[in-house]
């Protein structure tokens, strides 16, 4: 028991800069409060002792404001970093060395009993607010990003973003030559790490914008040849209305509007 407490202290200094000792960590950090608090409880609740477990759980969410149903399986060196508003279902199942950021679910989308809650794999990383939602398994070493909504199954090693969730990197393809490497942000999404729906959207308006340019070099020159045609004036659209962010996080507008 203690041996495995040592362990869950040790998991702390792995994951977080700001841990400077051991009682430190053991005193002040809610995460491994609720850690050690639901350890108790699923002991009870292996037992029968379920009003018991349900009371020590109970105790944790007034303590900690996290709330784990003491019937989770939960493996070893589990983080929640921070840890207010973390939700994690009856009938979730967590690996080993899978990491919670504030503010995350692991719900359920049924009523019926029996398994309705997500599974982690090992070596999961869950940022901030996001929310995996029923009875599929979430694959080893999978990263789930700031406040991604996940309804279906995430295969290993993939990164996914957005509501609804999508992946935006996968294991590697034999077939495929990636460039670069994307890195997680547990608290938001970068440049690097873009929703799919939105990198389509600002494609194909960029697309639209080199048409635009096109056009009107076209109707320029049929003007000088006095060729009339293009005298019809297409809707005008404000910079704010095609304000985009480029790759490096600095702002575009599209220069022809009409």
Known sequence: MFEGVREDIRSVFDRD?????????LLTYPGLHALLLHRLAHWCWGRRLKLVARLV???SRWATGIEIHPGARIGRRFFIDHGMGVVIGETAE????VTL???????????NKGKRHPTLGNNVVVGAGAKV???????EGAKVGSNAVVTKAVPAGATVVGI????????PHPERVTEGDVEFEAYGVTSDMQDPTSQ?????LNHMQAVDAKVDRVCTALAEQGIRGCDEKLPVLSDD?????NGNGSKNSNENHS
């Open 94 to 97: 967590i690996g080993d060395d």
């Open 200 to 204: 389509a959207i600002r494609a194909l």
């Open 17 to 25: 800069p700001a841990a400077r000792n051991a009682l430190e960590v």
């Open 133 to 139: 939602l029923g009875p599929f398994t979430v694959g």
């Open 57 to 59: 759980s109970t105790f």
């Open 164 to 171: 609804p969730a999508k992946i935006v990197r996968g294991a």
């Open 101 to 111: 950021y504030q503010g995350v679910t692991l719900g359920g989308t049924s009523w």
């Open 241 to 245: 209305d095609l304000m985009l962010e």
